[in-house]
C-alpha cells in the first residue's frame, strides 16, 4: 500500500526560492509568515494529513455516507467526525482568516501548500471545509454587522460549517435560471428576514454529522427581482437558527432530500437540498443587497476556483506517489540493457509516464503558488501599482490554475492506473479512486469549457488583453535567463518555451480578428488556448525554478539529488507537454470551420 | 435516457464504399457474404444488440454477479442468462466460424460490425463470447483431432463457454513467470493427461450460471520445462471433465476462489481460477506439443489484441451517442450569436468535444474495418503475394488497432463524462460507467505501452521497417488524390496528413539510428510513436471516406447530409488530431533524456 507524503521540499523550495516568501512575509499583517513559521506549519499539516486523513481517504471510498429518509440526517463515513473535530481544535480550518474572527491570519502563499496536503490525502474530506470557507469569504466580504457577529466565529473555528447553493436542476452553468424564490417576512422570533422555497442540487456537505450546525448560503429571487443574472440574491439560510446566546436553536425549514451516488469523492455527502418543504419557508437572511447576488458570488468565485484548481495538484501528487511506490515494487519484464527481470520503474514506458505525472504535478503546483503569492500581493501590497498589477495576474491565471490543473490531475490520476496495469483496475489497490476523485474536478465549479471562456472572453477580449500581454512581457527576462544558462539541460527549455510563447501569440492574433464576426469559431478554440496558456505558464515556472535549481547547484551544502531532478522534471515538462503547443495553435487558428458544420441531429447518423 | 442505435450508415458506407466487400466476398469461401447478406446481418445484430444487451449494460454494472463461498460458484447479473441463451440460440456465438463446427463462415469484415455492436450495447457481456471465441481458435489452430471433435462443436454453439488463463499474481505482462505447474499423468477415466497445479488471476468470466459447461486454456509448465518462454505449455482443461456421449461429466479440480472487485465492466465476473485445489490436481489435456504455449498464445494473440482494440471504437461511438442525446435536451446558456437559451450542443465548446468523439469513433472504426478485411485477405486470397502483403499490414496495424483505439475509447468516454457536466458524475445518468469500463482497455490483452513495444520493436525494428514503408508508399496516391480532389473541405485534409506522414518518417529515422546504442531512448518513444502512427493511419482512413463522398455526393440520389458530414468529420480529425503530430514527434525524437534522468528512489522527494 502506498501511504502519502507531503513534498515539502517541493513546497519548501517554491516558497523560498522560487516565488518569494520573504516579499509576502514583509507585506503589512503578514509579519508572522516567516520562512520558520511557514516551516513548522507546512510540517505539521504534511503530520496531521498523512496521519489523519490519508487513513481515512479508503474509508471514506469504501463506506461512504448514509442517508436516512425518516430523519432527512446523513451519517458520515467511519472516523470522519472524529477527524474534523481534530481538525479544527488544530486551528487548520482558520489558517487564512482574520485574527478578529478567530484566524491565524496566515498569507496565502503558507495556506495554500497546507490545503494542497489536506486535499492530496482526503479530497472527500477537504470539500467540507473547502465550503465552510468560501461561506465564511463571503460574509466577510458582504455580510451585515449582524450576520458576522452571529456566524462568524462559529465558523472559522469550524464548530459551523459552510455550503454553497447555486445549482437547481435546470440552472447548472447558466445561473440565471435560478428559480428559487425569497419572500420577505417579519416575525418577532426573526425580525425581517426571508423565507425560501425552492430546490438545490449538488450541494457538497450539504448535510452530515461532524458539526452543531450548517450554515447554507443560497442564491434565490425575491417575488420582484428582474429577471436573469440581475435579481438573483444571496441568502444566508442556518439549519438551525441561532438563539440569542449564539448557540443553535430550533430547526429551520430546510433539510436534505436525499443524497447522490456519485462516480468519486464518495467521502463526500452530496445533498439535494429542499427549502420551505415543511410549507413555512426556510428563514434567510440577505447578504449584502438585493438582486446583487450573483455579484458577490463572482467576487468569491476566484477564490473557489483557485482551492478546485488547487485539486488537480493535489491528485496529481498522490496518483504519481502511488504510481512511484507500486513501479518501484513490482518485479516484471527484462531490463533493456542489463537483461535481467527488473521492477517496472527501470522500463522506458512507465519512466515516461511517471515524469508526465511528476512533471505536471509540479507544473501545476508551481503556478498555483505564484498564484497565490500574487493573490496577497493584490490584497495587501502598499503599492496600488503593485496591487493592480498582481490582480491582472491574479484574474488571468485562475481559469488557467482552475481549468488547466484539474484536466492536467484527471490525466496524471488516469496515468496512474495504467501503470499499475490489471491491478489499477481492481478498486482495492486504490490507483482507480483518484481517477474517479479528479473526475468531478473539471466539472464542479465551472467545468473547463466555462474556465476557458472566462479566460478568452472577460479575461482576454474585454480588457483587450493588456494582463495576457504584461505577462508574456514578464517572461521575456525569463527568456534571456535561459539563454545565459551553462547547464545544457536549463539551456534546452528555451526553445519549447519559445515556441509556446509564439503560439499563445499567434492564437491572440487569431481571436481578436475574428472575435467580432464570428464568435462561435472564436470561442471554439477556447479549451485549446487555456491548455495552451498552462502549459506555457507551467513550463514558466519549472524554467524558473530550473534557474534557481542552477544556481543553489553550485552553493555549499546544496540538495544536489532534488536540485537536479528539478531541472531535468523542467527539461521533461518542455520535452513531452510544451512541444504540443504549435498542434493547440493549429487546432485554435485552423480548426474552427467543421465545429458547426454538421447539422445538431445529424451527428448521429444511423 | 440514452439508447443505443447501431451505427448502420457508417459501418454500410465503410463495408461497401470505402473498403471493398466486393473483394472480401468473392474470396475462396466467402461468397455467402454478398451485400444483401452483411445487410441482414447488420440489421439483425442491431436489433439484438439495442433491444436485448442494451437494456442490460446498466445491470450489469450496477448488480454484478455475486460469488458465493460454500460452492465456488458465480451468480451473473439479472437476465445475462436469458440474454446469452438468446445470443446462442440467435447464432451469434458462431458468426466466423467454419461451418464445419456449427458456425458460419463469414469473413471478418462482416463479423467485426457485429462484435462492435455487441461491445457498444454491453461490453461485459460481450467478454463472455469474445473469450470463448479465443479459446476456439487456439482449439481450431492446434488442437488434437480428439480435442476438436471433443470441444468444438459445444463452443462454437456457445453451450460452452471458454476462457484464457494466462495471467499469475507474479506474471502478468511478463509471461515467462509463469508458475502453474502441469505434471504428466495417466489413468483409466481420462487416458494419458495432466494434473494442474497453480492459481490464475483475472480471469474473464471463469465462472459463471451462463452456460453448461466452462473450457478454460491454462498456460502451464510440465516438471522438466526449460525455464523462461520456452517452458511454457497450453492445456485444456475442462470445468465439467466430457462424458464418452460428450455430455458434462464430473467436476474437473477447478474452481474459482473468488471474484474481484472492479472499477469497471461489472456486469463480467473476473475470477481468481485455483487449479488443484483439492490436492487431486485439475485434469488437462495439452493443446498441440509441450512447450510451444506461448507461440500458440502469440498466433491467437492478434485476434484478441483486434478485438479489444474494437472495444475503443465500441465505448467511443456509445459515449458520442449518450453526449448527443444529453446536449440535444439540455438547456442551459445562450448562443453566442443568437442570444436565446439553447441546448448545450449548440455552444462551440460542446460541439468541439462531440466532434472529437465521432471523428476519433469514426477514425477508429475505419481503421479495425481496414485491417477486419485485411486478415481476411491475408487468410484466403488465392495470391500468395497478396496475402503476404495482407498480412505484412495486419500484423503492423494490429498493436494500433488495440492501443491506439482503446487510448481513444477511453479518452473520448472521459470527453461524454464532461459534456454531461454535474450530471455526469452521477452514476445514475450512465456517462460513468462507459469512463470505467473503458479504464480496462487500454490494459487487458496487452497495456498499450506493450502494444508499443510490439510495434517498434516487433513490427518495426526487427523486420527492418517493411511493412511500414510499404504503408507509407500506400499512403502517396492518397495524397495525390486529394490534391486532385475539388471539394475545398477534402483538399484541406492533405496538409494535416502529409504533415502526420512526414513526422512518422522523422521518427523512423530517430529509431534506426538510436536502436542499437540506446534501447532506452529509443523505447521512450514507443506510446508517442504508436498514437502517431495511429493518427495517421486513422488520418488517411477518413480521407479516404472523404474522397468516396466527395464523388457519392455528385450522384443521384445520394445521402447529401450523411457524405458532408463524413467530409467535415475527416477535416476536424485532420485539425484536431493529426495537428499533434508535429509535438509528438519532437517528444519522439528530443524528449529521451531525461526519461532515467532522475534516480528511482529521487523520484519523489518529500
Redesign the interface.
Known amino acids: 500500500m502506498s501511504s502519502y507524503?507531503?513534498?515539502?521540499?517541493?513546497m519548501k523550495f517554491l516558497l523560498k526560492d522560487v516565488i518569494g516568501l520573504a516579499e509576502v512575509g514583509s507585506l503589512p499583517g503578514c509579519e508572522d509568515a516567516t520562512p520558520d513559521t511557514a516551516d513548522a506549519i507546512l510540517e505539521e499539516a504534511a503530520k496531521f494529513s498523512s496521519e489523519v486523513l490519508d487513513p481515512l481517504n479508503v474509508v471514506g471510498d469504501r463506506e461512504g455516507p448514509s442517508y436516512d429518509a425518516a430523519t432527512s440526517s446523513v451519517k458520515t463515513s467511519p472516523g470522519f467526525k472524529e477527524a474534523y473535530r481534530q481538525f479544527c481544535e488544530n486551528g487548520w480550518n482558520g489558517l487564512g482568516f482574520e485574527p478578529e474572527w478567530g484566524g491565524q491570519g496566515l498569507p496565502k502563499l503558507v495556506s495554500t501548500p497546507v490545503l494542497e496536503m489536506l486535499k492530496s490525502a482526503n479530497l472527500a474530506f477537504s470539500l467540507c471545509p473547502m465550503l465552510t470557507q468560501g461561506a465564511i469569504e463571503a460574509l466577510v466580504l458582504r455580510g451585515s454587522e449582524q450576520l458576522k457577529t452571529t456566524y462568524l466565529r462559529k465558523m472559522v473555528a469550524g464548530t459551523w460549517t459552510g455550503t454553497m447553493n447555486l445549482?437547481e436542476p435546470?440552472?447548472?452553468?447558466?445561473l440565471s435560471?435560478v428559480r428559487t424564490r425569497a419572500e420577505r417576512h417579519t416575525d418577532a422570533e426573526n425580525g425581517a428576514h426571508y423565507r425560501l422555497f425552492g430546490q438545490k442540487i449538488?450541494i457538497t456537505w450539504g448535510e452530515h454529522d461532524v458539526a452543531e450546525n450548517i450554515i447554507h448560503l443560497v442564491l434565490a429571487r425575491t417575488p420582484d427581482a428582474p429577471e436573469g443574472v440581475k435579481g438573483i440574491s444571496l441568502f444566508v439560510v442556518p439549519k438551525f437558527l441561532p438563539k440569542a446566546d449564539g448557540t443553535p436553536g430550533r430547526r429551520n425549514d430546510v433539510r436534505a432530500g436525499s443524497i447522490?451516488?456519485?462516480?468519486?469523492i464518495h467521502g463526500s455527502p452530496t445533498a439535494v437540498m429542499l427549502y420551505g418543504d415543511k410549507g413555512e419557508g426556510a428563514v434567510g437572511f440577505v447578504v449584502g443587497e438585493e438582486n446583487r447576488g450573483l455579484e458577490y458570488m463572482f467576487i468569491m468565485m476566484n477564490a473557489a476556483r483557485f482551492v478546485v484548481g488547487l485539486e488537480g495538484v493535489a491528485l496529481a501528487e498522490r496518483a504519481?506517489?502511488r504510481a512511484?511506490h507500486y513501479s518501484?515494487e513490482r518485479?516484471?519484464?527484462?531490463d533493456?540493457?542489463e537483461g535481467r527481470?527488473v521492477?517496472i520503474?527501470?522500463?522506458?514506458?512507465?519512466?515516461?509516464?511517471?515524469?508526465l505525472m511528476?512533471s505536471q504535478a509540479e507544473a501545476t503546483r508551481a503556478l498555483a503558488y505564484d498564484v497565490a503569492a500574487a493573490m496577497d500581493i493584490a490584497r495587501l501590497h502598499p503599492d496600488e501599482t503593485r496591487r493592480k498589477q498582481a490582480q491582472g495576474y491574479v484574474d488571468l491565471m485562475i481559469p488557467v490554475v482552475k481549468g488547466w490543473s484539474t484536466e492536467a490531475g484527471?490525466q496524471v490520476a488516469?496515468l496512474g492506473?495504467?501503470v499499475h496495469?490489471?491491478m489499477?483496475?481492481?478498486?482495492?489497490t486504490g490507483a482507480?479512486q483518484h481517477?474517479?476523485d479528479a473526475?468531478?474536478t473539471?466539472?464542479?465549479e465551472g467545468?473547463?469549457?466555462i474556465q476557458?471562456?472566462d479566460l478568452l472572453g472577460r479575461k482576454l477580449l474585454r480588457d483587450g488583453g493588456g494582463a495576457m500581454r504584461a505577462w508574456l512581457e514578464s517572461l521575456k527576462p525569463l527568456d534571456s535567463a535561459l539563454a545565459g544558462a551553462k547547464n545544457p539541460?536549463v539551456v534546452a527549455l528555451r526553445g519549447?518555451l519559445a515556441g509556446g510563447v509564439q503560439a499563445l501569440i499567434d492564437a491572440l492574433k487569431y481571436f481578436v480578428a475574428t472575435a467580432k464576426q464570428d464568435?462561435?469559431?472564436t470561442?471554439?478554440g477556447?479549451?485549446p488556448f487555456l491548455m495552451l496558456t498552462g502549459h506555457v505558464a507551467g513550463g514558466a515556472m519549472l524554467a524558473r525554478s530550473a534557474l534557481v535549481a542552477e544556481r543553489k547547484l553550485g552553493e555549499s551544502g546544496a540538495d544536489a539529488?532534488?536540485l537536479?531532478?528539478k531541472i531535468?522534471?523542467a527539461?521533461?515538462f518542455a520535452?513531452?507537454i510544451l512541444?504540443?503547443?504549435?498542434?493547440l495553435r493549429?487546432?485554435i487558428v485552423?480548426?474552427?470551420?467543421?465545429?458547426?458544420?454538421?447539422?445538431?441531429?445529424?451527428?448521429?447518423?444511423?
Open positions: 507524503s507531503a513534498p515539502l521540499k517541493d445549482t435546470q440552472a447548472g452553468s447558466d435560471l449538488f447522490e451516488h456519485k462516480l468519486g504519481f506517489q512511484v518501484s518485479l516484471q519484464g527484462r533493456l540493457v527481470t521492477p520503474i527501470r522500463h522506458p514506458d512507465i519512466r515516461r509516464m511517471l515524469m511528476k484527471l488516469s492506473v495504467q496495469g490489471g489499477g483496475f481492481i478498486e482495492e482507480a481517477l474517479r473526475r468531478i473539471t466539472i464542479y467545468t473547463t469549457g476557458a471562456n539541460d519549447p464568435p462561435r469559431a470561442y471554439a477556447a479549451v539529488d532534488f537536479k531532478a531535468a522534471t527539461r521533461f520535452e513531452h512541444t504540443q503547443s504549435g498542434g493549429d487546432a485552423g480548426g474552427a470551420s467543421t465545429i458547426m458544420a454538421i447539422a445538431d441531429d445529424k451527428l448521429i447518423a444511423v
